[in-house]
């Protein structure tokens, strides 16, 4: 009987050990990046260079922008067709196509000035997100002032993230 209490108790403590371990590897994703924002918010063009920049909402009014790491296909990159998987494919056609390095700048000055507009309902002051696939590598940043990003992070480490919305109605 004190064997069976004794695995029982091995047992409870490996289920408690996996569990902290998974809420560790969740705590970094959507975890605000102080560095990153800092270069975003400097308009540092070296720092774009390692990034496909993809925006969401209008054009003149983008509610975020997406930096996907350049060459990491882990977010909706640009390749080609039979490279992504058709869920992939979807999800990009969702945010606009990639920005130039003048359209990063435009883009950014336009969202922070959203910020500042009582208009907008934007909860925070744009800030860099990480983005975290299911293996605790970060894949990109979300650049937004909205506060929820809805994102589908798959097993084989690619991570689908939806366009925040916002509301100009408060």
């Known amino acids: 009987m004190k064997k069976l209490g004794a695995i029982f108790f091995v ?4 289920f408690v050990v996996i569990a902290f371990n ?5 705590e970094k994703n959507l975890q605000v990046n ?4 800092a270069k975003i918010r400097a308009f540092d063009r070296e720092f774009f260079k390692g990034f ?9 009014a983008p509610t975020a922008l997406l930096f996907d790491i350049k060459g ?8 080609s067709k039979t490279a992504l998987s058709k869920e992939k494919m979807a999800t990009a056609k969702v945010w606009g196509p990639p920005l130039s390095g003048e359209e990063i700048v435009s883009a950014i000055k336009r ?9 907008w309902n934007i909860t925070f002051e744009p800030r860099a997100l990480n983005v975290v696939n299911v293996k605790g590598e970060v894949v990109g940043y979300v650049y937004t002032g909205i506060n929820s990003v809805l994102m589908d992070r798959k097993k084989d480490g690619s991570v689908i993230v939806y366009p925040p919305v916002a509301s100009t109605v408060r």
């Open 72 to 79: 990491g296909c882990k977010l909706p990159c640009r390749v």
């Open 11 to 14: 047992v409870f403590l490996l």
């Open 111 to 119: 969202l922070d000035d959203q910020y500042k507009d009582p208009l």
């Open 52 to 60: 496909d920049v993809y925006p969401a909402g209008l054009q003149e």
């Open 22 to 26: 998974s809420a560790w590897g969740q």
């Open 34 to 37: 102080k560095e990153v924002t």
